[in-house]
């Protein structure tokens, strides 16, 4: 048997039995593992009130060679972060957050990245100043990234060379073909069978800009609540495509229309 000390971050809350809870935590290594919480609902429980959401929690457990399950022993909260439950918007961003690194944490590679990235969203959440829509779309932009499959935003995604805007100032953009693209490569992808598009040269722009921030502290004050949505929707349905599975937290959002079509013309800035 070994032990464990860590901080961590609860992905996912199962209930177990009558009163215990599985909980499935990403820690400060960047690991993912799965914990048995036993009596977590009991009142007298020494983990009652301590197993929440959106909380860095300090976490010792034992683990046995021969299962993947956890046991966890000790239980304490690291910080709190009570705002994100007295705002939807922040609740349902800090779930998205929570299920996107929990589609990305693995057990048998840490990732310290993510897990920064992922605190640092849920630090931005909890700071009522902050969009939480601004936040979540930084940690979108940094979640991709870490991931290596950041979006090309201001040059070809096949060539690197320039991918300058059309008449419209839209740009080519495909999402298979990894992001911008210049007019011969757009060609080139919808002839192998790839979806292309166009992207309101004002919403690349944007992105490339979040792209520089922390999702702890994104320019929410210097941005249109529109440019923010436009370019969640750019981030979103970018990760829907990579991931090949539609996020829960994510249905709502992307069941809407694409917002950069054509159509919905030049987002506010």
Aim: hydrophobic share 40%; charged share 20%.
């Amino acid at each position: 048997m070994s032990i464990h000390r860590d901080h961590a971050l609860i992905l996912k809350r199962t209930p177990f039995g009558e009163s215990s809870l599985v909980i499935q935590v990403i820690t400060s290594s960047g690991a993912r593992v799965h914990v048995l919480a036993r009596g977590a609902y009991r009142p007298r429980s020494r983990f009652y009130c301590v197993l929440d959401l959106f909380d860095t929690l300090e976490l010792e457990w034992s683990e046995r060679s021969e299962s993947s399950l956890g046991l966890l022993r000790k239980g304490a909260l690291a910080q709190r972060r009570s705002e994100l439950t007295r705002d939807l918007d922040r609740y349902q961003a800090g779930l998205t957050v929570l299920e996107l690194c929990g589609a990305a944490a693995r057990q048998e590679q840490g990732d310290q990245g993510l897990y920064r990235a992922t605190e640092a969203a849920l630090d931005g959440l909890q700071d009522p100043s902050n969009a939480p829509h601004a936040v979540l779309v930084v940690f979108q932009l940094a979640f991709l990234h870490n991931l290596g499959l950041a979006p090309a935003l201001d040059a070809c995604a096949q060539c690197a060379g320039p991918a300058p805007a059309l008449d419209d100032n839209r740009a080519y953009f495909s999402a298979g073909a990894g992001g911008r693209l210049c007019a011969p490569h757009a060609q080139e992808a919808r002839a192998a069978g790839r979806r292309v598009g166009t992207i309101p040269e004002s919403v690349l722009e944007c992105a490339g800009h979040l792209t520089q921030c922390s999702p702890a502290s994104p320019p929410s004050n210097s941005i249109s609540e529109d440019l923010i949505e436009r370019v969640r929707d750019l981030t979103a349905r970018f990760i829907d495509y990579h991931l090949e599975t539609r996020l829960a937290s994510q249905r709502a959002f992307l069941e809407i229309a694409n917002r950069n079509a054509p159509e919905r013309g030049v987002p506010t800035p």
